[in-house]
C-alpha cells in the first residue's frame, strides 16, 4: 500500500496559471486532491507550494512566511496591469533618476505599509474577483488593505530613459508585488511597473529545492510530518488507535496545538491542556493505515 500525500515545491514555469500547475500535479501523481498554497501569477515563475492527497488538509496550518521574490522593475511607463503584459497608461523620462534616490525611498515600504489592491488580483469584490472584473473591462474602487514587508534590496541599477533595478523582497502573505512597483514609482516621481517576477521562497521551501513538472513523481514530494512546525509528540500504539476513532488521549507536552506521530508517520493535529490531554481535531486514517502496513512487513 503506498499513499501520495504531501506537499510538493514546484518551479513554475511562466505562462502557466497556478491553477493549470495543479491540474498537472493531479493528472502525474494520479490523485484528485490536490491544491496550491497560495498563487503566483501566470507571466511569474518560481515557487509553487502544492498539496496532494490529505496534505491538503493542511494547508490552513502550513507555516508560508516569509515569501521572497526576485522582481525587476521598470520606471519610465505605467500600466493599466502594473506589470509588462497591460496597457500603458502614463510614461515618463526616467533619466533622472539615480540609484540613491530609488535607495532612499525604500525605507518607507519596509514594515507594515498599506497597499490597494490590483484588478487583476484575486480579492472578492461583490461576489466576484478583481480579475474576473477586470477581464470584461470593469474597474472598481478598492480599500488600502494592510501588507507586512521584512525587507527590499535595491541592485543592478541601470538608468536610462527607461531606468531599470532589481528587488529582492522578503514579505508576508497578501503583498502585491507589482503594485510595490507602481507605488516606488510613485515615490521617486516617475511611473513604474514590474517587469519580470520570481518567486524565491515560501517559508521553507526554496527555489534552489523546487522540481519542475516533468522531474515531479511520488518521491518528490514533502512529507506530511516534516512540513509543520507544530512540536512533534511520539505516541504509542494503543494511543495512536484511540487517535484514528476520535478519542483524546494523554501526552507529555505544554498546552496548545501538537502533531501526533506514530512510527514516523504524522496521525493527527492536537489541542492539549494543562492537564496533558490532547484533544485531536486533524485525524489522518491514511497515514495509520501506511503506518500498520508497514509494521507487518
Known sequence: MTTVDGFVNIHKPAGMTSHDVVAKVRRILSNKRAGHAGTLDPDATGVLVVAVGQATRLLPYLPLEPKEYVARIVFGTATTTEDASGEITSTADASGLTEETLRAAIPAFVGEIQQVPPMVSAVHHEGKRLYELARAGITVEREARLARIFSIEASDFAGGAAAEATLRVSCGTGTYIRTLCADLGSAV???????????????????????????????????????????VVNVEYDHAKALMMGQAIPVVAEAGTVALHFDGWLLALAETNAAGTAHPFKVFPNQWNEAEARRHI
Not at 524565491?200 to 506530511?224: C, H, I, R, S, Y
Open 189 to 231: 516621481g516617475v511611473p513604474a511597473h514590474m517587469k519580470t517576477l520570481v518567486r524565491t521562497a515560501v517559508g521553507k521551501f526554496a527555489l534552489a529545492d523546487a522540481v519542475t513538472l516533468e522531474q515531479l513523481a511520488p518521491e518528490t514530494l514533502m512529507p506530511m510530518e516534516t512540513a509543520l512546525d507544530f512540536p
